[in-house]
């Protein structure tokens, strides 16, 4: 039953005498709503779905929504109803699978259920249709996150790609120049001994200049293009708006402050956008839940500079008044790989890169690139 005093971490146990099948499958639901009436209809859904063993907890939100925790196992079950009234967006966590739970078809219920990954009409619920929109929910979830994987390992693919193509025809060259060096030299000691010039010889001439006129079409393909320019703060807040649902969702708030005159850079840009794209994701993964992070941009003599600094915990409310506890240092993972390999992109774009790669909180970066 709905416990009207219930809070965000409070769970709401099901024990249900109906038949349920032996293989039933574990699942964890969070239901936010302030009715009573929907969240007791949407805990008898649970509770009789055939295929689904349920933990269900009741979230309220007559608290701060920010108190909301979603765990990354867990299934986000919005009352769209009381969201519009809150300003509980669904994208704030990006990890849950979200179903929104809409009761009129009203154009800001639409739009709002549309950031979820599955819907059902509240006049419309019952245990199997409940059953059939977690399952729609868990596949789109799952179906989204790896395509990003995929995108993101598609984009580091081509550009370790284009960059070995790069370091190939560099190490190539040289030696083809030298090549045609030595070949021109044999061929004149010849004409001054007064030799003839085997067939050979003059096969092996035509096939070097084959390969020097290959390397320079190379070259000129790999390269880029001359006067190519990127406006630097264009592309960093394009980057921090693409990930603001993220960086909600973990409870960061994300400060950006920039000159109002763009910051061009002599730089491809959507190389530079691949680094700093991957670059600001990466960092928001490597921060413990609830930081602040600041991400300042300025013009210095003749560089554009970056600096990404994460500060203390952010605290609301009674946690204001409490001692900070001391920061755990925080295991390396797959964040820090992906972090590594953009500060790895930006090297490669000639930047010049300063950082405190600690595990723990805290850690700042600066990145210096040349002005266009």
């Given amino acids: ?41 949407l805990v008898s859904a649970c509770e009789l779905m055939p295929s689904f063993d349920c933990r269900v907890r009741v979230a309220a ?27 509980l967006d669904p994208a704030r966590y990006p990890a849950s699978p979200c179903v929104s739970l809409v009761h009129a078809t009203t154009s800001a219920e639409v739009d709002h259920a549309a950031r979820s ?32 994987r995929t995108l993101e390992a598609a984009e580091r ?18 030696i083809a120049h030298a090549l045609e060096g030595l070949l021109d030299i044999m061929g004149a000691e010849n004409a001054a001994n007064g030799e003839l010039t085997p067939t050979q010889f003059g096969l092996l001439h035509n096939w070097t200049r084959d ?21 630097f703060g264009a592309i960093v807040e394009n980057c921090v708006a693409l990930f603001r649902s993220k960086s909600d969702g973990l409870g960061h708030i994300v400060v950006v402050s920039s000159p109002q005159e763009p910051l061009v850079v002599a730089v491809d ?13 990466s960092a928001l993964d490597r921060e413990l839940r609830d930081r602040r992070i600041d991400i300042v941009l300025w013009r210095s003599m003749d560089e554009c500079r970056l600096a990404i600094v994460s500060g203390p915990p952010v605290r609301r409310g009674a946690e204001a008044d409490e001692q900070p506890a001391p920061t755990p240092v925080r295991p390396a993972g797959p964040a820090d790989e992906r972090f590594a390999g953009a500060l790895a992109q930006l090297r490669q774009l000639g930047a010049v890169v300063e950082t405190n790669c600690a595990n723990g909180s805290g850690s700042s970066l600066l990145v210096s690139l040349p002005i266009a």
């Fill in 61 to 87: 939100l007559r608290d701060d929504p920010a108190g909301l925790r979603a765990l990354p196992d867990e299934v986000l079950i919005v009352d769209v109803a009381n969201a519009l009234e809150r300003r």
């Fill in 269 to 281: 840009p959507r190389r530079l956008h691949a680094a700093i794209r991957q670059l600001t994701e």
């Fill in 157 to 174: 693919s081509a550009i370790a790609a284009r960059d070995n193509h790069r370091r190939m025809v560099e190490e190539v060259g040289p």
């Fill in 211 to 231: 390969l020097l006129r290959l390397v320079a079409r190379h070259q000129d393909a790999s390269a880029a293009p001359v006067g190519t320019q990127a406006d």
């Fill in 117 to 148: 990954h599955a819907a059902i009409l509240f006049e419309n619920l019952s245990p199997a249709a409940l059953e059939l929109a977690v399952r729609a929910a868990l596949q789109n979830c799952r179906a989204l996150t790896i395509a990003r």
């Fill in 1 to 41: 039953m709905f416990n009207p005093n219930a809070s965000a971490h409070d769970y709401a146990r099901l024990e249900t005498e109906s038949a349920r099948a032996p293989h039933a499958t574990p699942i964890a639901i969070v239901i936010v709503t302030d009715d009573h009436a929907t969240a007791q209809a």
